[in-house]
């Protein structure tokens, strides 16, 4: 917390008298209406230091006038007006006000941490029902959803009723399936919730925080060509299974500014590597261009550049001998096994090639080339293929992923490790 002791350590305490003097006078003028305003703007994690009304790193004067200014005179809105709820009531009213003049100018308490926005509560393993709290006032429109973890993120307590209502005072509870992991999401409008996640369910458009027991999974974010992208974490989960790491020996950037990917063996296991693009970019042209082979992949190791969302549509380029067989390429619009859905070819033996998807309402086009020109000539041209089928996935949550990582979760057939680098990703609408 940062106090700004050079605003408020000149002010005497009459001045400090009249501005509370004139703070309780401006209360009479506040409305019930701006009150259910400033209670219904608080799911928003954006909480950083409690007190900063103004959201400038300190806390001072200026805090005071904006939040008077708020709360009395129709303005302005705030950028993060968790930060203006001083007493943690989840409410901005005269009492915030009054803390923080108490605060600044008479040695009162200081304002307390941020609060979490959502709260698992007393859970054990083994519980079929989970309970918690979310720091939000009604009505708000946001809501619960519960996850369970086995195999794979499956959602609670059905496909059918996905949703947990918040009830008066922040409480929620609900049932449960078997779990080994649980996480509690408070949503927005924007969610979707879907059935069956192969990454987190955190990572979805319209979740505005989350819980997770037995303890909130730690997630690396790189950032790569301009964008920012969460390496996957997971042991045993698709594709495969497999267990994903996000270790640097399986995912790093080099001083070129080039993405590994690696599957590589440790400790008894092979580690396979993915990273999901943090949100969605919609109907446009995916990019990306490769400074490796992927034509000597072991038989069994994939790689693949696609966009996948939680209700499974998808499609991708896929490099593999085992999938491709007797090719080593593929595009693919899922799903993969209905007539016309998908196209081999042959990648040959060099190191730097690039590739596209354009993504429209009416067809989805793939290309590959030699080199990393902007676009093919004639005798650099790969292969290109139009699909204009009618699984061509509508926008919604599909993010764009690469990933390395080995079929059925087999071993290596040749036992060796593999590495593909990728040089750059962009996207153009």
Not at 17 to 28: D, E, H, Q, Y
Not at 291 to 316: C, H, K, M, P, W
Not at 389 to 415: C, K, M, W
């Amino acid at each position: 917390m940062v106090k700004d002791d050079s605003v408020y350590r000149r002010r005497s305490f009459p001045a400090r008298s009249l501005i509370l003097a004139g703070t309780l006078f401006v209360l009479t003028v506040i409305s019930a209406a701006e009150r259910l305003k400033a209670m219904n703007d608080f799911a928003a994690g954006c909480c950083q230091v409690p007190g900063d009304v103004d959201h400038n790193g300190k806390i001072n004067v200026s805090d005071v006038t904006v939040l008077v200014a708020h709360l009395f005179k129709g303005g302005p809105d705030l950028v993060c007006p968790a930060e203006a709820d001083l007493n943690s009531d989840v409410a901005l009213n005269i009492s915030d006000l009054t803390f923080l003049i108490e605060f600044l100018f008479r040695g009162g308490a200081a304002p307390g941490e941020c609060p979490p926005l959502i709260a698992i509560k007393d859970l054990e393993p083994g519980d079929d029902s989970v309970r918690g709290s979310a720091n939000v006032s009604l009505p708000t429109g946001y809501r619960v959803v519960l996850w369970a973890k086995t195999d794979r993120w499956y959602v609670q307590p059905t496909t059918a009723q996905p949703f947990t209502v918040i009830r008066i005072g922040g409480r929620w509870s609900n049932f449960t399936n078997p779990w080994t992991r649980i996480a509690a999401l408070l949503v927005d409008s924007d969610y979707i919730p879907g059935a069956i996640r192969e990454d987190h369910p955190a990572v979805a458009a319209g979740v505005v925080d989350w819980d997770e027991y037995p303890e909130r999974s730690p997630d690396r974010y790189i950032d790569w060509s301009n964008f920012r992208w969460r390496v996957k974490q997971a042991e045993l989960t698709g594709p495969g299974p497999n267990a994903f790491s996000d270790d640097t020996a399986n995912v790093r950037i080099d001083q070129d500014g080039r993405l590994h990917l690696r599957i590589d063996y440790r400790n008894g296991v092979w580690y396979c590597a993915e990273i999901v693009l943090d949100h969605a970019l919609g109907y446009g042209t995916y990019t990306f261009r490769l400074d490796s082979r992927v034509d000597n992949l072991n038989y069994n190791t994939i790689f693949a550049g696609f966009l996948f969302d939680t209700s499974g549509q998808e499609f991708d380029m896929e490099f593999s001998q085992f999938l491709a067989d007797p090719h080593n390429a593929q595009f693919v619009v899922q799903p993969w096994y209905l007539p016309g859905n998908i196209e081999f070819y042959d990648m040959p033996d060099s190191a730097q090639t690039s590739f596209t998807m354009e993504w429209r309402s009416d067809h989805i086009t793939f290309t590959s080339w030699l080199g990393h020109a902007d676009a093919p000539e004639p005798n650099t041209l790969l292969h290109t293929w139009t699909y204009t089928g009618a699984n061509i996935p509508a926008p919604s949550d599909a993010r764009v992923r690469f990933n390395l990582y080995l079929a059925n979760g087999d071993p290596p057939s040749q036992g060796h490790e593999d590495e593909v680098v990728v040089a750059s990703f962009g996207y153009s609408p």
